[in-house]
């Protein structure tokens, strides 16, 4: 089922926004609309628009005025910096403001995942707009957006993938900014690229960005010198390709304009082994100008929005060529950064500005990318056509603590479940790793070299649009002939290609001849002229995960508190380690809560519990009586998906059973004679009391349909037949039957006609002045405690003191001290009540001589 798209709306800088307002078309709730703008008529099911207010003005004379100005001061600018374009140029230009605002969607935020362009939903815009949601969906969604000056006219749609990137192990879904120029209002939608693509993503918020300066005239003209002296900054000599020890010129955070006070703590280092390429996904048709401000919004929008510690990227790139210095902690170090979900550590992720699915990135672009990789790739004394193997720290395409091989020189795709850094560009990665060694002095000689790479080690061509083929770079140095080849375990080859050049990628799905292959190991083998073959292993995995065990207990349960089967536990056993969430799902098959979202396990047994609530918004609140599943999903490394729906019932309908008295002695002599076993309905059911020891009933009452409320009954300790039953600890269920099915509560039950007995010493003696220590014991093996009481009385028979200690543990032995004044003879008499009410048999005496 697919949610509307959301439109939003916003205020421009300086105004303040208005809340944001559920509405439906301008026809049913005409108190919504707007001066000026119109809304599109409903199509594909969109049901409702999100609003917020907005007004700008700007007289006529001060745009043309700062017109000038800002051509002016460009010009100056230019000529007065170009010889002074450096760090220290920063010392007296202001650091630019960058103002975000996020747009939040009424309830949970939630949007509809299509199949296609889909519909979206306006929201006001400045400059940019980045898109997060509370529940990390990678890898399958792909979000799109749109602006529009009038609310009528609207740009081409912006498209962007959600990625899944951690932070300090907090995994979070977000688009990187999209560039999109001027704007007022922006359109947001979301297409699924396979079924792993969730039905909705929930806690969507919109952050508009504007990385530009104030509307105020001079701040314009401040505005103007502070881009073009990052332009100039950035401007230099290219170094020969072989000159790998000259770091090339990099714009610092000071010179792009970063306002250091958005960034927390302290970097983190760690020994860089590879370096990943992405693409922001954001527009291409950004002006020079420009993109040192896409630079301070992506910064400030990964701090402010996101929550992260700095920028993610550890370099970025514009389509000019202009690098730029990221996360904070020296361009020479190996900073930990946010760019890759799992592998951060070990890794520099460098971020080309721009989208390059279809369209590669320009030249000059490319060979900023190559002279920042011989640099960076040779102060760590990397191969870049070797590889490198990562632990992984977080859950996605690889479970965690999982050791995976990378290129030196890899694509973010390689790691997770993501497009980026886009089809183009990814193409380029093998010619890039060749041009890199050449750069780094690796290029020469007559031997050659050939390297062989895979985008996944493992694959699952079954035809679910993930994973289902692998792409294999081939680069070879110096351009040569070649043959690709695939061989099974046995060694007949499955697959092969040819190629003349330096690089190529060759797509595999999985087939041999047209046939799918089964699955298995795999080896793919490049062979270029009289090297030694380069080789590399895939696996062929189409089968998902099952699990050897599943069962939920119980099966019918009551969460209302009365300690009576409040919770459900999920027991289930993977057959191979594999990632595994836990959801619930409700009779129509909408999942109501995740219990578990995705973890790496073994195979062996776990357990969940669920305690009968489910999400509403941002709360967990109780689930209505029904039927619900546990959906049990398991992902493997091929992305392979399997799951399992274990049936369960919430059931409240009887509760807060109580019997008092628990034990009783239904024996007639008017003392607990029966016990009164009370219990509540929340709807009308028809109730049965069975008492039972064991397997075996004692009695079975039908106390018929009764409404909801408090009821109760009695029983005497009669079997069924009417013949008094004997002493023993029998257990009662009460069973209700309503129209959500049938549920149950027990409890205990003690049926006691034991008297108490009473055992004290026969005699002993005292002197007249002196404590002495007087003791008993009382056995019974129905009662858990006695009330236990004494006199003291002389020869005569007068009662000389006499004294209660109260509920004791039976079995123990009773101590009391007693202090004789006068000598003679006296008689300590011991008397026990159990908790039935039954008195002792014999009374106990012991006889005291006191001199």
């Not at 498209?159 to 704007?183: C, N, R, Y």
């Not at 001079?218 to 000599?237: H, S």
């Not at 050659?448 to 699952?460: H, N």
Request: charged share 15%; proline share 6%; hydrophobic share 40%.
């Amino acid at each position: 089922m697919s949610l509307p798209d959301l439109t939003f709306r916003s205020s421009m800088r300086g105004a303040q926004p208005t809340p944001l307002k559920q509405a439906g078309t301008p026809a049913a709730r005409p108190w919504l609309r707007h001066p000026g703008a119109q809304a599109e008529p409903p199509t594909g099911g969109e049901r409702r628009h999100v609003t917020t207010g907005f007004t700008a003005r700007h007289p006529r004379f001060v745009r043309a005025l700062a017109g000038c100005l800002v051509a002016l001061a460009a010009l100056l600018a230019a000529v007065w910096l170009a010889p002074r374009a450096s760090g220290s140029a920063a010392a007296w230009l202001r650091t630019p403001a960058v103002h975000l605002r996020t747009l939040r969607a009424p309830g949970d935020g939630r949007l509809g995942v299509g199949g296609g362009t889909g519909r979206a939903a306006t929201a006001p815009l400045t400059l940019e707009a980045g898109v997060f949601s509370d529940r990390p969906a990678a890898g399958a969604v792909t979000v799109k957006l749109r602006t529009s000056l009038d609310g009528v006219s609207w740009s081409r749609w912006h498209s962007a993938p959600l990625e899944t990137v951690d932070e300090d192990g907090h995994a979070q879904a977000f688009t990187d900014p999209v560039w999109t120029g001027a704007g007022r209002y922006v359109q947001v939608a979301a297409t699924g690229s396979s079924h792993q693509a969730p039905s909705s993503l929930a806690g969507v918020r919109v952050v508009t960005i504007d990385p530009t300066e104030d509307s105020t005239v001079a701040a314009r003209v401040e505005g103007a010198v502070r881009r073009v002296a990052v332009t100039v900054a950035a401007l230099g000599a290219q170094e020969p390709a072989a000159a790998v020890s000259t770091q090339p010129v990099i714009v610092t955070r000071a010179e792009w304009g970063a306002d250091e006070s958005l960034r927390s703590g302290s970097p983190s280092y760690s020994p860089v082994k590879m370096a990943f390429v992405h693409h922001t996904a954001s527009s291409n048709d950004y002006t020079q100008a420009d993109a040192p401000a896409l630079v301070r919004a992506i910064y400030a929008y990964h701090t402010q929005s996101l929550g992260w510690s700095d920028i993610g990227y550890n370099f970025l790139i514009d389509r000019f060529g202009t690098i730029y210095e990221g996360r904070y902690g020296g361009v020479g170090r190996g900073v930990v950064g946010a760019q890759v979900g799992g592998f951060n550590t070990g890794s520099t992720g460098i971020a080309m500005l721009g989208t390059f699915s279809t369209e590669a990135p320009p030249p000059e672009a490319i060979t900023s990318l190559e002279r920042l990789l011989a640099w960076k790739l040779g102060v760590a004394g990397l191969d870049p056509q070797g590889t490198a193997t990562l632990t992984c720290g977080l859950t996605d395409k690889f479970t965690k603590g999982e050791a995976v091989t990378f290129p030196v020189i890899a694509g973010h795709r390689q790691a997770n479940y993501t497009e980026c850094p886009g089809d183009a560009l990814y193409a380029l990665l093998p010619a890039i790793r060749a041009d890199v060694a050449q750069r780094m002095g690796g290029g020469g000689g007559d031997s050659g070299q050939a390297t062989l790479t895979a985008s996944t080690p493992v694959i699952s061509p079954n035809g679910d649009g993930l994973l289902d083929g692998v792409d294999l770079s081939v680069a070879i140095t110096p351009a040569a002939d070649w043959n690709l080849s695939i061989e099974d375990g046995a060694g007949r080859t499955v697959a092969s290609w040819n190629g003349s050049g330096q690089s190529s990628v060759v797509h595999w799905d999985g087939t041999s001849s047209g046939s799918a292959v089964p699955d298995g190991t795999y080896t793919a083998q490049l062979t270029a002229g009289a090297d030694a073959p380069a080789t590399t292993t895939l696996s062929v995995d189409t089968s998902a995960p099952r699990l050897t065990s599943s069962s939920a207990a119980p099966s019918t349960f009551s969460p209302n508190g009365d300690g009576q089967a409040d919770t459900c536990v999920l027991t289930y056993a993977p057959a191979e380690a594999c990632s595994v969430r836990i959801g619930v799902l409700d009779a129509e098959g909408t999942t109501v809560r995740w219990l578990q979202d995705w973890r790496a396990q073994q195979a062996q047994p776990y357990t969940v519990a669920w305690d009968g609530r489910v999400t509403s918004g941002s709360s967990l609140v109780p689930a209505p009586d029904g039927a619900y599943r546990f959906a049990v999903e398991r992902r493997d490394a091929a992305g392979n998906v399997g799951r399992r729906g274990i049936p369960v019932t919430i059931d409240r309908t009887i509760g807060f059973p109580t019997a008092r008295p628990a034990t009783f002695s239904p024996n007639g002599d008017g003392v607990a004679d029966t016990t009164r076993i009370a219990f509540n309905l929340t709807r009308t059911a028809s109730v049965t009391l069975r008492v039972a020891v064991g397997d075996r009933t004692l009695r079975t009452l039908a106390l018929g349909t009764l409404a909801a409320g408090t009821h109760a009954a009695m029983w005497d300790g009669a079997a069924g037949a009417g013949d008094p039953v004997a002493s023993c600890r029998p257990a009662y269920t009460l069973t209700a039957v309503s129209s959500v099915g049938a549920s149950s509560v027990t409890g205990k039950l003690v049926v006691d006609l034991y008297r108490p007995k009473v055992y004290a010493g026969g005699g002993k003696s005292a002197t007249a002045g002196a404590a002495t220590e007087l003791s008993c014991k009382v056995v019974d093996p129905y009662s858990a405690q006695v009330d236990v009481r004494y006199t003291i009385a002389d020869a005569r028979g007068h009662t000389v003191t006499s004294g209660h200690a109260g509920r004791l543990a039976t079995g123990k032995t009773l101590r009391v001290s007693w202090k004789p004044r006068r000598r003679g003879a006296y008689t300590v008499t011991w008397h026990a009540t159990d908790l039935a009410g039954n008195r002792e048999a014999t009374a106990a005496a012991t006889v005291v001589t006191v001199r």
